[in-house]
Each structure stands twice: as C-alpha cells, then as structure tokens.
C-alpha cells in the first residue's frame, strides 16, 4: 500500500505532543482519523476537521496508515494487541508506526507480530518536546525495514526535520533511551547550575547568555533555563513521564550488563518530586530541590 497525499492516517493519542503532531498532518493536507482515551483532547483536531472514531478497532479498519503517541508500554500494548487492537483489525499491507517512548523489546514484538499479518510496523519515537511539536521540529529515530522508512518518510518530514532510521525493529526505541539518558543526566547539571547562579547573586539570565554558546550548552539549558529561572514548571514533558523513560532505559541497560550511576541518581531525584506531588509538573522542576 503505497503512502501518498491523499493516505488517510489514524493518529491514536491526543495529548500533549499527539495534539500538535496530528495538527501538522491536517495542515499538510492528510486526511486524518483520530481517537483518544479521552474525547475532549481530540476535540480541537474534530473541530478542524478530524474524523472521529470510537474505538482503536474502528480507526485501524479506516486508516491506511495509523500513528501511535500514547504514554506508558503498557498503552502501547493495550492500543495494539488483544481482539479489539491495531494489529487485529489494520488492513493488509498498512502501516504502523508507534512513535511513543517504549520498550525496544516490545517494538521487537510488534514487528514480529505486524510481519505475520503482512502489516509493516516502525517504531520511531521523537525528541524536541512540546515545542519541536508543535514547530514541527521533531527529531525522529526510527527502528524498522528500510522500504518502509522510505515509505513512511513524507509523513515524519510533515512533523519533524531530523530523521534517521537507525536500523531493524527496536533500533528506534534503542536510540531515544540513549537520548533519555543524556537528557537526564543533562538536567541534574542544568538545575545545578541555575541554583548555583542565584545563590551566588549572579542574574541567572545573564549567564545563560555566556555559557549557553558554549561547551555547557544544549537544548535543556537553553530551552528550560529560563523556565527554572522564571519558576515555570508547565509540562513540556512531564516528570512522570521521565521516570518511566528512565525506568525502560535502566531495565534495558541491565540486560546488556551497563551499570548507569547518573540515571540511578536521576531516577531517585525525580521519583522524590513525584512523592511531593510534581508526577504533573515539566522536567524543570528539578530545581525546586535545590531551593
């Protein structure tokens, strides 16, 4: 089944960064079928022009291409197996791409599973946050058969502007732990440091100007510097979200024999604000345990 301007996708899960994504495609011209645990996170996509369905079943069977941005593996499991999922009722020769932070070994599994029904499965998870979403600035790291990347690949250049397929099946899912685990150990530095600059009686914003060039800078000291510095804690991404992020790559990293001491320490700092009541809170949050 080829993928053309006029494919019809099914995008399942509206939230946060589903939202925006499923947004681009619909400014792209792709006709889009949408469905979420929830029907009012959908409602601003029905209201431009979305299609509606009531069960993930409904959607596979009117989708020729269908895109998974749901939370936990265990929503990626329940949106894919069992009578009522993807992989039941997905026709023939579409596509299905998960592109939710997961297991890589469960995107192994759906792979195995696709291939025996004849249906191409990717897994490509993104990076860039709220914001790459919405910009449609999306890093996109994609595990899977190459004929399928390249005919998938219309579809993430509408949403994101870095994409690589990385190798077979899980390779997607590998890649963005690897992006976690920098991440991760980034931000403890970031909070460090931004707590270091007001406790020193430096202007915070005046030194994110001067080593945010340099060799200290990335995206989450320019990005969610300023967010630590303003006391915006918002959700770009949620520290719930992080732990369970951090939790897959610790797991993975233990079946491979690789001890990981700056995720552990993440882990535990993270797991200490959602005890404290910040599980909803953006990742910026983390300098709340300096102040």
């Known amino acids: 089944m080829a993928i053309s301007p006029n494919t019809v996708i099914g995008f399942v899960g509206t ?12 400014k792209a011209g792709y006709r889009l079928n949408v469905y979420n645990r929830t029907k009012s996170s959908a409602q601003e996509l029905i209201e431009l022009g979305a299609i509606w369905k009531n069960t993930v079943a409904e959607l596979a069977e009117a989708s020729q291409l269908v895109i998974s941005m749901v939370g936990y593996p265990k929503d990626v499991e329940e949106v894919y197996f069992g009578e009522g999922g ?58 899977g058969e190459a004929e399928d990347f390249n005919a998938v690949k219309p579809v993430f250049e509408v949403i994101g502007n870095n994409i690589i397929l990385q190798g077979t099946a899980g390779s997607g899912q590998y890649t963005k732990m690897c992006n976690q685990i920098t991440i991760a150990s980034n931000m403890i530095g970031v909070a460090e440091a931004m707590a270091y600059a007001q406790k020193s009686g430096l202007d915070p914003m005046r030194v994110l100007e001067s080593i945010g060039g340099g060799a200290a800078g990335s ?27 951090i939790k897959i790559a610790i797991d993975s990293a233990q079946e491979m024999g690789l001890k990981t001491p700056g995720l552990d320490l993440a882990k535990s700092l993270y797991e200490k604000l959602a005890a404290e009541g910040e599980e909803d809170s953006g990742t910026q949050v983390l300098i709340k345990l300096y102040q």
């Open 15 to 26: 939230g946060v960064m589903g939202r925006s994504m499923a947004k681009n495609l619909m």
């Open 86 to 143: 993807l992989l039941a009722h997905a026709k023939e020769g579409s596509y299905l791409v998960d592109m939710t932070t997961s297991s890589p070994v469960l995107a192994k599994e759906l792979s195995i599973e696709g291939k025996k029904k004849s249906i191409h499965v990717l897994d490509a998870p993104v990076s860039g946050g709220d914001i790459g979403a919405r910009d449609a600035k999306l890093v996109i790291m994609v595990g």
């Open 219 to 245: 995206w989450s000291l320019s990005n969610l510097g300023p967010k630590m510095i303003a006391g915006n804690y918002a959700p770009g991404f949620y520290v719930k979200h992080i732990i369970k992020d």
